[in-house]
């Protein structure tokens, strides 16, 4: 069983606020690491990808990526409430008949009120 | 670049009607193509993969002849709700993977806009 959980939600923080997201996964055979965020009623949009260890920073974006203890996570600096949407994280194992399918996580509500 | 759209964006059709709704990578080649659908205050739901010019593969408990897919070409993808029933009222997004240049693959999977499906 392929299994990506994420932190319960909702989260709430105010704006300007460091909001922190996080995702664990089983496989350790997994390779590829993806942040989507998914507004009401409108389908995901790719934020972040991360493929190895470490820290990987996009504007006011930065995944942490943690394979040993196999958790990936997103913090998203001076919150603003436009960031107030659904985060996914996803994971791809790109093995065999997997090739390409990404795992999601159930997602985190996130709340940046003003 | 990585463009992906859907069509219809919305549909509304009676019960025991089909519905066909088309997924086109605008701007890349998409070698796979999935189709997932998603009920209110739901995950993402996977239905289907499709890699182009084969036969799609399907997730457990997804019923083959009644969510038909077809993904003749690199760019377009469709997926055919049969005989469709209340119950299949739900939000149906396609994404893509592929090769964004010639020689460069991504493994990053882009979502189409979804159309949303309502049965009466």
């Known amino acids: 069983q392929k299994e990506v959980e994420q932190n319960s939600g909702p989260l709430s923080v105010p704006e300007g606020a460091i909001a922190s997201l996080n995702c664990t996964y089983s496989d350790r055979g997994s390779q590829s690491f993806f942040w989507y965020r998914q507004y009401s009623g409108k389908s995901p949009e790719l934020i972040m990808s991360?493929?190895?260890?470490g820290d990987k920073e996009d504007g006011r974006f930065t995944a942490q990526l943690n394979k040993a203890s196999q958790y990936v996570s997103l913090l998203i600096r001076d919150s603003q409430p436009s960031d107030s949407a659904t985060y996914l994280c996803?994971?791809?194992?790109?093995?065999?008949?997997?090739?390409?399918?990404?795992?999601f996580g159930r997602g985190t509500q996130l709340t940046v009120w003003p | 670049g990585a463009v992906v759209s859907q069509h219809p964006s919305w549909v509304i059709c009676k019960s025991g009607t089909s519905v066909k709704i088309e997924c086109r990578s605008l701007d890349f080649q998409a070698t796979t193509m999935f189709w997932y659908r998603q009920f209110p205050k739901q995950s993402l739901m996977l239905m289907a993969t499709?890699?182009?010019?084969?036969?799609?593969?399907?997730e457990q408990g997804v019923e083959k002849d009644k969510f038909l897919i077809n993904h003749a070409s690199l760019t377009l993808s469709t997926l055919t709700v049969t005989s469709a029933h209340p119950e299949d009222s739900s939000f149906y997004i396609c994404s893509a993977r592929g090769w964004l240049l010639a020689g460069v693959s991504t493994d990053t999977q882009y979502f189409g806009p979804g159309t949303r499906l309502t049965v009466l």
């Open positions: 996803a994971v791809a194992i790109d093995r065999g008949s997997t090739l390409g399918r990404l795992y």
């Open positions: 991360i493929y190895s260890n």
């Open positions: 499709s890699n182009e010019g084969s036969k799609a593969t399907y």
